[in-house]
């Protein structure tokens, strides 16, 4: 099962002070009834996460993510804005690829006694005024973001120029070597251009997917950037763990009342 398409998900803004920080923050309520497996797709996004009591860090992935929740849980997330999230946590993007690591870890006893005050909180809605509480006393020690690796995530989100060779294309754009656009982009995402164009592409796919109540997979395929079908299949499968078709199916199930 995706999980964009298990139970229900909301997100809204941040408070106004975390908006540089953060681009929403999310709540996922996974049905009662027993869940299969759930399989999170690659979104070049990195996510503060409160799950079962405690508090961790997840992505960035590069492939599927496959992970057995109980049913009836809840997740609540605090999505990171395009590289970002090395600034609140210290080491860089690359570490924590795909990981789930508990956010002990970079913040020592500061998590811990966040998870115990969240714990405290009597519904969803008071658990997530708790952590952002928490996430704006701790916003003015964040260094700033670095403006490039965000111009360059914009840069890769809109598309290559036609007949452009990416990463020549975006060291000029950003008036660096390609070496050292590498080695940000890894501190900074977790890998290479390359691999986040894989990923932002796919993602505009499903986001064109789920607005599309007709329209032929081909025709999909070529508004996302594929080559062709064939080529999104290739990439459905390496990204989603699923064919197109299987993710079209689950979506409108979905989205069925």
Request: aromatic share 6%; hydrophobic share 45%; proline share 8%.
């Amino acid at each position: 099962m995706l999980a964009q398409a298990a139970g229900s998900y909301r997100e809204r803004p941040v408070d106004g002070a975390l908006q540089d920080h953060f681009a929403c923050i999310w709540v996922h309520q996974l049905p009662r009834p027993d869940v299969q497996r759930v399989v999170i797709v690659p979104d070049g996004c990195v996510d503060l996460e409160w799950i079962d009591g405690t508090l961790r860090i997840a992505g960035p992935d590069r492939a599927p993510k496959i992970e057995r929740l109980a049913a009836g849980t809840t997740v609540v997330g605090f999505r990171f804005r395009p590289a970002v999230a090395v600034a609140w946590l210290g080491p860089p993007a690359s570490e924590a690829v795909d990981r789930r690591i508990p956010l002990e870890a970079f913040w020592g006893p500061e998590a811990r006694r966040m998870a115990e005050r969240a714990g405290e909180a009597r519904d969803i809605g008071a658990l997530v005024r708790v952590l952002e509480c928490a996430l704006l006393r701790r916003a003015p020690s964040v260094p700033s973001r670095r403006p490039d690796m965000h111009a360059a995530f914009e840069l890769i989100a809109r598309g290559t120029p036609p007949g452009r060779a990416l990463i020549p294309w975006l060291a000029g754009e950003l008036a660096l070597s390609e070496r050292t656009l590498r080695r940000r982009f890894e501190a900074a995402f977790g890998y290479g251009p390359k691999t986040l164009n894989r990923i932002l592409r796919f993602q505009h796919f499903l986001k064109l997917l789920r607005g599309a109540r007709n329209g032929s997979a081909a025709s999909l395929a070529l508004a996302a950037g594929y080559a062709d079908q064939a080529h999104l299949g290739r990439e459905a499968r390496r990204l989603a763990a699923a064919t197109p078709g299987q993710i079209a199916a689950l979506l409108a199930d979905a989205r069925t009342p």
